[in-house]
């Protein structure tokens, strides 16, 4: 794919994501990873709903930037998922309001903050790791993503919002918007004892559709 492509490609996510309420203001940026082993990344306090694809910052492969405007300052964020998860080709980081209020919540669990909920969340996102509160831009939050040790692909600052890789840009924006519905299901049925997915649901998803959980790799190792 070209890069002029990939360039309108993040404009044209960031312009739906953003027009769909799931990422306010300046808030959220987008990452790909290309061929030459540098990157295209959102610009700094740019709104992902008014990005010019020209202005996109261009990285090369040591992330010096080599065209375009400054780059969001959650590099090192997007540093840290590409380095551990080999196949990721993008991310994407929002400030989405239901997985925001889900890493809040006493209850979460932190190597996987929402039930087998749907078969598409797990399908789409797998599970979700929390990392604890870091202040945005703490190179702090490198070294927790690194401590996931590139199980998840999908994971969930607390207090802050959800960061996704994929191997696409489209699968990245597909699993961040089915994390997203399944953080907002879990909030409305929060105290209503909903039927989860069975272990035996679960294992037969994991089955038939390839997926990787981290529990499951646990369980091989």
Not at 10 to 39: A, Q, V
Request: charged fraction near 20%; aromatic fraction near 6%.
């Amino acid at each position: 794919m070209t890069e002029t492509k990939l360039r309108d490609d993040i404009c044209r996510f960031g312009r739906s994501l953003f027009e769909r309420g799931l990422t306010p203001g300046s808030s959220g940026n987008i990452s790909l990873r290309l061929d030459d082993g540098g990157w295209l990344v959102t610009p700094t306090n740019a709104s992902l709903g008014f990005l010019d694809p020209g202005r996109i910052s261009r990285l090369d492969a040591q992330g010096r930037l080599t065209s375009g405007d400054a780059p969001t300052k959650e590099i090192p964020l997007h540093t840290a998922l590409y380095q551990t998860r080999a196949e990721a080709r993008a991310i994407v980081h929002l400030h989405s309001t239901h997985a925001v209020a889900l890493s809040m919540l006493p209850e979460i669990d932190p190597k996987a903050v929402l039930p087998p909920m749907t078969p598409y969340y797990l399908m789409r996102a797998g599970q979700t790791a929390l990392v604890s509160y870091h202040r945005p831009g703490d190179p702090a939050v490198v070294a927790a993503i690194k401590g996931l040790a590139g199980r998840y692909s999908s994971v969930l600052l607390a207090n802050h919002g959800p960061v996704v890789a994929g191997e696409t840009l489209e699968a990245a924006v597909f699993a961040t918007e089915e994390l997203e519905e399944t953080a907002r299901l879990y909030l409305l049925l929060r105290g209503l004892n909903p039927r989860y997915l069975s272990p035996e649901q679960v294992a037969d998803l994991v089955r038939v559709f390839g997926i990787s959980l981290p529990e499951q790799d646990e369980h091989h190792h």
